[in-house]
């Protein structure tokens, strides 16, 4: 089973950037469609990007999109979330997750099988 690891939380001011990195453990990476979901400190978690296995197709939630953009480098096993224009609601704990090998893309939590263990992003000033 693929494992993943999260990296590239940390303390950014509201306007600022950040780019988060998922790295899998699995050769097969490139067959696994992946997505970004988030925790805030007592919230349920949500949905936040998706991007197919095949990157012809991509999801973004209402509240991130046109600041976040999710993409992936096969080669290098890992998926990206580049964060923009930060607010301090973005504040949660980030987690990069893979439906099983061949999976379309989906927005639904209880679709992806394997899970990080989370980057900490926190937007204060």
């Known amino acids: 089973q693929v494992q993943l690891v999260e990296s590239g939380g940390g303390l950014v001011r509201p306007g600022g950037s950040l780019t988060l990195s998922c790295t899998a453990s699995?050769?097969?990476?490139?067959?696994?469609?992946m997505a970004w979901f988030r925790q805030a400190p007592g919230k349920e978690r949500e949905f936040v990007a998706a991007?197919?296995?095949?990157?012809?197709?991509?999801y973004y939630s209402d509240s991130v999109r046109g600041r976040f953009t999710i993409s992936r480098d096969n080669a290098k096993n890992t998926v990206y979330l580049q964060m923009s224009s930060l607010k301090p609601e973005d504040t949660a704990l980030y987690s990069c997750?893979?439906?099983?090998?061949?999976?379309?893309?989906?927005?639904?939590?209880?679709?992806?099988?394997?899970w990080g263990q989370g980057t900490q992003v926190t937007v204060a000033s």
């Open positions: 991007i197919g296995w095949s990157q012809a197709t991509t």
């Open positions: 699995d050769g097969s990476f490139s067959f696994h469609s």
């Open positions: 997750a893979a439906r099983d090998r061949w999976s379309e893309v989906s927005r639904e939590q209880s679709d992806y099988t394997t």
